[in-house]
């Protein structure tokens, strides 16, 4: 009988023991952590000769095809599998200055519309090597696209594209990401010429 009730107060100042020492540890919540991306390094290829423009895309790309309704002959989209990042692109032949205008006016707007979510749209106005001006727009905030950038020669064409992922992982999350895909935007505008013999 003794031997049960001695089993009965270990087992007690075990249980108790446990409770004595969970209680007066601090409980600390682990922060949520970022997601790892492996980002290789910017290796670049040309676009095929099909188009009436040339630039340099990411060897880690897939050139397709913009299947939406309102896609046209020279719209392409330049998707990263592993970071499921897709660069919407558009072009479009400019008729006369009325034309300019609206395309103009289309590229501020699509970019104005994210105000509601962006907490800053920083514009940058740049000449690349090759002479071109490019206008690009860096939204910050839980905005679906994180950078936007347009083209135009002023006469014949205009050419846009967009920033976009298709994830449900926040923006700050997605930071090593966009600036990976944003370099390579960069080198795309800096490389990218007009073909004037596909006019």
């Given at each position: 009988?003794?031997?049960?009730?001695?089993?009965?107060?270990?087992?007690?100042?075990?249980?108790?023991?446990?409770?004595?020492?969970?209680?007066?540890?601090?409980?600390?919540?682990?922060?949520?952590?970022?997601?790892?991306?492996?980002?290789?390094?910017?290796?670049?290829?040309?676009?095929?000769?099909?188009?009436?423009?040339?630039?340099?895309?990411?060897?880690?790309?897939?050139?397709?095809?913009?299947?939406?309704?309102?896609?046209?002959?020279?719209?392409?989209?330049?998707?990263?599998?592993?970071?499921?990042?897709?660069?919407?692109?558009?072009?479009?032949?400019?008729?006369?200055?009325?034309?300019?205008?609206?395309?103009?006016?289309?590229?501020?707007?699509?970019?104005?519309?994210?105000?509601?979510?962006?907490?800053?749209?920083?514009?940058?106005?740049?000449?690349?090597?090759?002479?071109?001006?490019?206008?690009?727009?860096?939204?910050?905030?839980?905005?679906?696209?994180?950078?936007?950038?347009?083209?135009?020669?002023?006469?014949?064409?205009?050419?846009?594209?967009?920033?976009?992922?298709?994830?449900?992982v926040q923006n700050d999350s997605l930071r090593p990401a966009i600036e990976y895909v944003k370099v390579d935007?960069?080198?795309?505008?800096?490389?990218f010429q007009w073909k004037e013999s596909l006019q």
């Open positions: 009988m003794k031997s049960k009730a001695r089993k009965s107060i270990s087992l007690w100042l075990v249980i108790i023991g446990f409770v004595v020492i969970g209680c007066s540890s601090e409980y600390s919540p682990k922060p949520k952590g970022y997601n790892r991306f492996v980002l290789p390094e910017h290796e670049y290829q040309h676009l095929p000769d099909t188009f009436p423009f040339n630039f340099e895309y990411s060897k880690h790309a897939k050139l397709l095809r913009d299947t939406s309704w309102i896609s046209e002959r020279y719209w392409v989209e330049i998707y990263y599998p592993e970071l499921k990042a897709d660069i919407n692109l558009t072009y479009k032949v400019i008729a006369n200055q009325d034309s300019l205008k609206e395309y103009l006016d289309d590229a501020y707007f699509l970019t104005a519309k994210h105000q509601i979510k962006a907490s800053a749209i920083d514009e940058t106005i740049t000449v690349t090597p090759n002479g071109k001006t490019v206008v690009y727009a860096e939204l910050d905030g839980q905005v679906p696209s994180q950078f936007q950038f347009f083209s135009t020669d002023s006469t014949k064409n205009f050419f846009r594209g967009a920033l976009y992922f298709n994830t449900e935007i960069v080198h795309m505008m800096n490389s």
